[in-house]
């Protein structure tokens, strides 16, 4: 069965300092990631995905950027965070062109 | 651009009652599919139920089922016997086009009472 990983689960950074953020999936190969980020009380933003390795599609201009070094690896990066960055950072992945995603356990980030 | 609302920002149920969430959207789209994700306060996405366009027949998964009114574009999910463990967060969802891109609803919080 498939199963997909974040880490970390939770991240207190201060404004200005680089951000990494690592998904990984098992089980399957040439997924479809995706990023998203949720404000407190809020919908899914989609930030980033990725159909192949090297391939990443920017959904919203902003501070991050994300990167697929290998087939089940998506990273979301920032070199200086803002505090408007702050939010529930979630993953997610499909083996499908047009069909569902599961998500990961997401990431917690607070910007201080 | 496709967009999905849900206008029930919170509603509350009683335990063993029916509860029934609403959802329209909007597309030029001809194929397409639908889906109802639940957020427990674990925050993890979890898929409820999917329903693809060309069907006419509405999804059911065990107490979970839709009313897709296609030419209406809504897409309500009804929740039978409502259990406490059903409190969450719900969001509609849409997915057409290349790499499955999702589009989220604003999401309703259901409260299960005793």
């Known amino acids: 069965s498939q199963t997909i990983h974040q880490w970390p689960a939770t991240l207190v950074q201060p404004v200005g300092s680089p951000l990494s953020l690592e998904c990984t999936v098992e089980g399957t190969s040439n997924p479809n990631l995706y990023w998203y980020r949720q404000a407190a009380g809020r919908g899914l933003q989609l930030l980033f995905y990725s159909v192949g390795i090297g391939q990443i599609s920017s959904e919203v201009p902003q501070n991050l950027s994300a990167s697929r070094p290998q087939d089940r690896q998506f990273i979301l990066s920032s070199k200086k965070l803002l505090l408007s960055d702050s939010g529930f950072y979630l993953c997610?992945?499909?083996?499908?062109?047009?069909?569902?995603?599961?998500f990961g356990p997401g990431t917690r980030l607070t910007v201080t | 651009a496709q967009t999905v609302t849900q206008s029930q920002p919170e509603m509350s149920v009683q335990e063993a009652e029916t509860v029934t969430l609403s959802c329209t959207y909007d597309t030029s789209e001809s194929n397409y599919y639908l889906f109802w994700y639940k957020q427990p306060p674990s925050r993890q996405m979890i898929l409820v139920i999917r329903q693809e366009a060309y069907k006419q027949q509405n999804a059911t998964e065990n107490r979970f089922s839709v009313n897709f009114q296609k030419a209406a574009k809504s897409f309500s999910l009804k929740i039978s016997d409502s259990q406490l463990g059903d409190t969450a967060m719900y969001f509609c969802?849409?997915?057409?086009?290349?790499?499955?891109?999702?589009?989220f609803g604003t999401g309703t919080r259901l409260q299960v009472t005793l």
């Open positions: 997610a992945w499909s083996p499908y062109t047009v069909g569902e995603q599961y």
């Open positions: 969802a849409f997915a057409t086009g290349t790499a499955s891109k999702l589009t």
